[in-house]
């Protein structure tokens, strides 16, 4: 492994959010003046409706992460919506990871290149060096999604989580954290014993370049 680092509500085409109170995390409401958040979710909906209507995922579960929402959305093999959660980001938006940055030490990845990259990514659950359960988006990019780091209160990892705004939720090195009882309850359970898809949404690029275009 890398030592750099160890580390919407959808209504369209059937696809709706709809669990009860039990782990599964509500999602972040939109902000009234946010043109950029309803367009993403929008983004969301359609590639959701695309993944089920091309068997993108090729029966496998997948995760959805939509990086200007500041959500992420986790689907079974069928296309069935698991449930939803917020995340933290990359500090820097960008869609494409810098070269080389998962051979780096965290002091020499410097805030612009802190980014979460767009794009669809075969993952699977592993450790990291410290043995925490993590889920490999990227293992030369040193790219994981896992649960909320709590190890600088400085940071206000919790605290970003929480709050009904996608602003604050720029903080990290280009990995995603999502809340411990998520990926308990929704992730692990989803990925264990198989390989699953990552699909992590532009904020820079269109949809369709990264996605839909050939040799996307």
């Not at 069935?80 to 990871?97: E, I, K, Y």
Request: charged share 15%; hydrophobic share 45%.
């Amino acid at each position: 492994m890398p030592a750099s680092r160890a580390l919407l509500c959808i209504a369209a085409a059937g696809l709706a959010l709809a669990f009860p109170a039990s782990g599964r995390a509500a999602p972040r409401p939109e902000a009234a003046d946010d043109h950029n958040a309803a367009a993403s979710s929008t983004a969301a909906a359609d590639l959701a409706v695309w993944i089920t209507g091309t068997a993108d995922n090729q029966g496998l579960p997948y995760l959805i992460v939509d990086k200007v929402n500041a959500q992420v959305l986790a689907f079974d093999r069928e296309g069935r919506l698991l449930g939803a959660a917020p995340v933290l980001l990359g500090l820097t938006p960008g869609d494409v990871s810098p070269p080389g940055v998962g051979e780096r030490p965290l002091s020499a990845i410097g805030p612009e290149d802190r980014i979460t990259p767009a794009g669809r990514f075969v993952a699977s659950l592993g450790e990291n060096l410290g043995g925490k359960g993590i889920l490999w988006i990227d293992y030369a990019a040193a790219l994981s999604l896992h649960p909320v780091i709590t190890t600088r209160p400085a940071d206000r990892r919790l605290q970003r989580l929480a709050t009904a705004t996608a602003h604050d939720n720029r903080i990290s090195y280009g990995c995603i954290n999502v809340p411990a009882t998520f990926y308990k309850d929704i992730v692990q359970p989803a990925f264990n014993g198989t390989v699953g898809i990552v699909y992590i949404l532009p904020e820079s690029r269109s949809l369709a370049d990264v996605f839909f275009a050939p040799g996307a």
